[in-house]
């Protein structure tokens, strides 16, 4: 009989991804994340960071976040609601909402548990979740973890998301309709203004999770409702303080009301210990630069642009991307892990994305350009990609 602490069934699944290989061992970065990189001893050209304005090693947000640590510590000591909540939380968020034309923002510490948080917070028993078929796994536990009853669109299909409203819509008190802002999968934008008119229509509330249009898509980086001047018709917007700005957290950009009422059911909030003074201190100096400059974003869409058309005339298929965001669908799970482990060999990191990330059969390597890539990288980039993509038929 085997023994109960060896944990078999985890073996076996383990194993399981062996054979099917997809398991992964962690790669271990040496140094900051930045456009080249060391990466487990080997410099290699960093195409798999979040860190898209090149923000995360920004000399100015290192000499904030040391300020804010001589000020106030390593750690800010309690959640919020008790003694956590330094004058520099609220000084953040009074600063953010401004940033983004908001009545109010709640700051939590990280993007995924502003889902967790906020739609178990907004919903209720009675209440229906509509949401876009693609939305990111901190939206979907996030609405498991709702008392609301749960409907899904297919993705972007406005039609299909009227056909549900039509069906269910007269059966709940409050309906609120979920979608990323940028499909951190494909780089696609969601149809914004068109789910707003069906929300209206319907009377329901929405709900945009904009971890990748933070800091990419609007003026300055303001995000996809700036981008489409939907300001004041979208009654939850979620940021990202972890990807563009370089830090960790993450953010509700609402009304006044919205923001009382998460302070008290905001279980993150409630339950866990505050932003630390580094970080806030860091973001602070983060949303100074892109309130004073277009620099960075302008730098991080010439970028994307230039590295998409190399890829392009290569002919690899990028699918529907509209951001930085640029996939480069292989298909098959195994043959897409194989080339990005060929790739790294030769000097450029691409992260594999397959099953259960996104559908079987449509694995691909996500290339996120940033604003600290320089065009001579790119190109040595793209030089990579046109012989390994030769060397596997897929070009």
């Given at each position: ?9 985890l ?9 099917q ?21 080997k ?5 798999s ?50 940033f ?13 548990n ?10 209720n ?5 509509i949401?876009d ?17 749960k409907a ?6 406005m039609?299909?998301?009227?056909r549900?409203?039509i ?22 934008i ?5 789910i707003?008119?069906?929300a ?10 904009d ?5 990419v898509?609007?003026?300055?980086g303001?995000?996809?409702v700036?981008h489409f ?48 003074p ?14 004073s400059?277009?620099?960075?974003t ?17 002919g ?15 298909g098959?799970?195994a ?18 994305i ?17 604003a600290?890539?320089t ?21």
């Amino acid at each position: 009989m085997s023994n109960v602490h060896e944990l078999k069934y985890l073996q076996d699944q383990v194993q399981e991804l062996k054979d099917q290989g997809v398991y992964r061992v962690l790669p271990i970065l040496e140094g900051a994340n930045e456009a080249e990189v060391i990466l487990n001893g080997k410099k290699v050209i960093n195409l798999s960071s979040n860190n898209y304005l090149g923000f995360a090693s920004h000399p100015k947000l290192k000499k904030a976040a040391i300020e804010a640590v001589e000020k106030y510590g390593v750690g800010s000591g309690a959640v919020r609601t008790i003694i956590g909540n330094m004058d520099i939380h609220e000084e953040l968020e009074k600063k953010l909402a401004v940033f983004k034309r908001e009545e109010a923002v709640m700051v939590f510490q990280s993007g995924f548990n502003c889902n967790a948080g906020a739609i178990q917070a907004i919903t209720n028993k009675g209440d229906l979740i509509i949401s876009d078929e693609l939305n990111h796994a901190s939206i979907i536990d996030g609405v498991k973890l709702s008392k609301a009853d749960k409907a899904v669109y297919k993705h972007s299909d406005m039609a299909d998301l009227e056909r549900v409203l039509i069906e269910r819509r007269s059966q709940y008190e409050n309906c609120l309709i979920i979608t990323d802002g940028v499909f951190s999968m494909d780089g696609d934008i969601a149809k914004l203004p068109e789910i707003v008119e069906l929300a209206e229509k319907y009377n329901c509330m929405t709900y945009v999770d904009d971890a990748h249009g933070s800091g990419v898509l609007g003026e300055s980086g303001r995000g996809t409702v700036d981008h489409f001047h939907l300001h004041g018709r979208i009654d939850f917007s979620i940021g990202t303080l972890s990807k563009a700005i370089g830090v960790i957290g993450g953010y509700v950009a609402g009304s006044k009301v919205m923001k009382e009422w998460l302070l008290h059911r905001g279980r993150p909030l409630l339950f866990s210990t505050s932003l630390p003074p580094a970080a806030v201190g860091a973001i602070m100096e983060a949303v100074d630069l892109l309130s004073s400059t277009t620099e960075y974003t302008d730098r991080l869409w010439h970028n994307a642009r230039f590295f998409k058309a190399e890829l392009g005339k290569l002919g690899f298929n990028t699918g529907a991307s509209e951001t930085p965001i640029t996939p480069v669908i292989v298909g098959d799970e195994a043959k897409t892990v194989a080339f990005s482990k060929r790739m790294l060999e030769m000097g450029v990191f691409v992260s594999p994305i397959v099953f259960p990330t996104v559908p079987k059969g449509t694995g691909r390597v996500r290339c996120m350009v940033t604003a600290g890539h320089t065009e001579e990288q790119l190109v040595r980039a793209v030089a990579v990609f046109e012989q390994v993509g030769k060397e596997m038929g897929l070009i």
